[in-house]
């Protein structure tokens, strides 16, 4: 299939995740994009996958802390200044879980978009606005260019007889990581001022035309919005 | 008649001290291959950014002087207009690709100066068939070799038909074979459609005999320019490291001691469970330097892993004794703290004292506040280089620690090397000079892995 309608198939069905009002419709939908996600092969998809769920179980385990709303009281804790006591409550709990299935489906939409789709193929059938997109084909690339890194820099440690242990150990490694992809996006930027990006007058490859499961992949996106806003 | 030319260019980048070229002048005739030696920093790649509109428009900073290239003024025609005319190759492909697959790689620069569309595809296949990559047309970039990603950077760059080719160190990632044949297909391409070509190398020898004219520069200012003939007497009598095979170099005095690490029998494969090596025995002795040389893809980098422990062997045996340090191709893994003596301290439970020794070791003295990404590329390779030292290995393993580094600075690298007879130290490069200047003993991994003693 063709990029963008299957760029739009993935946004409709975030957008129906979002736009739902039942914790079992967006959990149903989480399931179905976790599956999409889950035929990725195993060595591209972890960090999407890991990266989507662990967001939401944290999403999950937070909420009820910050929140204050009533129903039955699971749970009482210490009273700090400015949140006010600590409870866990069913409404809290049943609003959590919600709120991380939501996170969950929009997150492996992401996910299934990054893994499943031709970038440059979207980039180029973009008829327009086309630096943004592919601005965000390269945003895209930024997970598994980052993952690289973040292995090259554990390996350059260990060459020097330091293992990285525990959560601390790795958070430091955030901000060489960071630092290394600004660094990286400037000499990528050079590269393309050197190749003529963003001359007027630009061209691009011819585009094979559409198939039959093109329209109905759009045709299925915008259901997925309209089923997600008025009966999900 | 002059294609491009230079007329008293100096440049100096924004918040640095010191001109990076000063009063360059320089013609460039069609069909000539020019070829820019000099030291780390000396100005080379400033002088090619000069030509590609880079500099002064990408990078700010103190411009004078005049660039024309085919007629237009650099001062008022920035890089994207210039793109076409002229085309660059950077020395790391992999900071240079855009696309996913090779075709749309390719096929990048032609539609941003807009080539008919229907001309787009055939010319990007062209442009591969050129460099003998036409069946990487469906590839990903991720899945390509180095060298298979350098035809392809390069494919990009001769499918422009540029009047004026830019190459900086395009062959800095390449086996000798392979890097010849870059260059010598580079050349021949080029020659055939009378475009010049400026070409920068850390490695001079080979491009020494496929160029024209030679432009040496120090400091910013060029002291030399002329033909090759009388280039290579000049190099001779001026910069004698340029034009050394190493041999005249190196002292092997080193006795061999014992035993710091044996490989019995190491096999290792990665995901894809194809053997990189297979069944590798090697004997690396305290007071040896062994170079580990053979083409792109044999598994050298594997093989030094094995010995350094980042590595388990998945048949065989790998046994160390003391401790072991590895060097990284890449000089941008080790910049995780803010400051050098920090980050070079990592490695000695942060030992400040240690630190600063090894730092004033490889020339960094006086460096210890600087931020490791503050430094030059030059210094990084020392930096790192200290990260590794700094425990006083009793096994160092470099992998290709000349990537980049000039001529004078490698024979300087092997002298240190060569200073310590108390450690093992297994060299893997492709610089054929570099490992005459610093070896015992050569262990060549050929393309069937198997491991050849000389």
């Known amino acids: 299939m063709r990029p963008a309608p299957a760029a739009a198939l993935f946004f409709g069905l975030a957008a129906a995740a979002l736009l739902a009002r039942h914790t079992l419709s967006v959990a149903v939908l989480a399931a179905l994009l976790l599956g999409v996600c889950i035929r990725a092969p195993v060595s591209r998809r972890w960090p999407y996958v890991i990266g989507a769920l662990v967001s939401a179980a944290a999403l999950f385990v937070l909420t009820p802390f910050v929140e204050r709303l009533p129903g039955t009281v699971f749970w009482t804790g210490p009273t700090i200044p400015v949140v006010g006591t600590l409870d866990v409550t069913s409404t809290e709990l049943s609003g959590a879980l919600f709120n991380a299935c939501r996170l969950a489906a929009v997150s492996l939409a992401f996910a299934a978009y990054a893994l499943w789709l031709d970038h440059d193929r979207l980039v180029q059938s973009a008829g327009f606005a086309r630096r943004s997109v592919l601005a965000v084909a390269l945003a895209t690339r930024l997970v598994p260019a980052l993952e690289r890194d973040a292995a090259g820099l554990i390996e350059a440690l260990r060459g020097r007889g330091v293992e990285p242990e525990g959560l601390r150990g790795r958070a430091r490694l955030l901000s060489p990581l960071l630092a290394g992809s600004l660094e990286r996006s400037l000499n990528l930027a050079e590269a393309m001022e050197a190749r003529g990006f963003g001359r007027a007058g630009a061209t691009r490859l011819p585009q094979p035309s559409w198939g039959v499961r093109e329209p109905l992949a759009l045709a299925a996106a915008v259901v997925a919005v309209v089923v997600g806003a008025l009966w999900l | ?454």
């Not at chain 2, 074979?177 to 010049?196: F, K, N, P, S």
């Not at chain 2, 040896?288 to 350094?308: D, F, H, M, R, W």
């Open chain 2, 1 to 454: 008649m002059a294609l491009a030319g230079a007329e008293s260019l100096s440049f100096t980048y924004a918040g640095a001290a010191a001109p990076a070229l000063r009063d360059v002048s320089a013609c460039l005739a069609p069909g000539q291959v020019t070829l820019v030696l000099g030291r780390s920093g000396s100005g080379k790649s400033t002088l090619l950014r000069a030509f590609a509109g880079l500099v002064p428009h990408f990078h700010g900073g103190r411009f004078s002087g005049r660039v024309d290239i085919a007629g237009l003024d650099t001062r008022r025609h920035g890089p994207a207009r210039l793109a076409g005319t002229v085309a660059t190759l950077f020395q790391d492909p992999e900071d240079q690709v855009v696309f996913t697959r090779v075709l749309n790689e390719v096929a990048f620069g032609l539609e941003n100066v807009g080539t008919p569309p229907a001309k787009i595809e055939a010319r990007a296949l062209d442009a591969l068939a050129s460099v003998g990559a036409e069946h990487l047309a469906g590839r990903l970039v991720t899945e390509l070799s180095g060298g298979e990603l350098q035809r392809v950077c390069l494919a990009a760059t001769l499918a422009l038909e540029p009047q004026l080719l830019l190459l900086d160190e395009p062959t800095s990632q390449l086996d000798l074979d392979a890097a010849e044949a870059l260059l010598e297909l580079t050349v021949r391409l080029t020659r055939d459609r009378g475009t010049a070509v400026v070409l920068s190398e850390q490695r001079p020898a080979l491009p020494l005999d496929l160029c024209d004219r030679v432009l040496f520069l120090e400091d910013g200012r060029l002291t030399f320019d002329g033909p090759v003939g009388q280039a290579r007497a000049w190099l001779e009598e001026h910069q004698p490291s340029f034009v050394s095979d190493g041999g005249d170099v190196a002292v092997h005095l080193h006795h061999s001691g014992e035993v710091t690490c044996r490989l019995a029998g190491a096999s290792y494969a990665y995901d894809d469970h194809v053997l990189v090596v297979d069944d590798a025995s090697l004997e690396l002795r305290r007071g040896e330097i062994v170079a580990l040389v053979g083409p792109n893809g044999s598994g050298k980098t594997t093989l030094a892993k094995l010995a350094a422990g980042l590595l388990e062997p998945l048949s065989g045996r790998v046994e160390r004794t003391g401790r072991a340090t590895y060097l990284s191709q890449d000089p941008g893994r080790y910049v995780l703290r803010e400051r050098a003596d920090e980050e070079v301290a990592v490695g000695v439970d942060g030992d400040l004292a240690v630190a600063s020794g090894a730092l004033a070791t490889v020339g960094l003295a006086g460096y210890e506040a600087r931020h490791p990404r503050d430094l030059s590329s030059g210094e990084r390779e020392r930096l790192a280089l200290a990260a590794v030292l700094a425990p006083e290995p009793d096994l160092l393993v470099l992998d290709e620690p000349t990537r980049g580094v000039d001529p004078e600075r490698k024979f300087d690298l092997a002298a240190l090397l060569r200073a310590n007879a108390d450690r093992a130290t297994l060299v893997v490069t492709h610089d054929r000079v570099f490992a005459n200047a610093v070896a015992d003993r050569f262990v060549s991994l050929a393309p069937d892995q198997e491991l050849v003693h000389a």
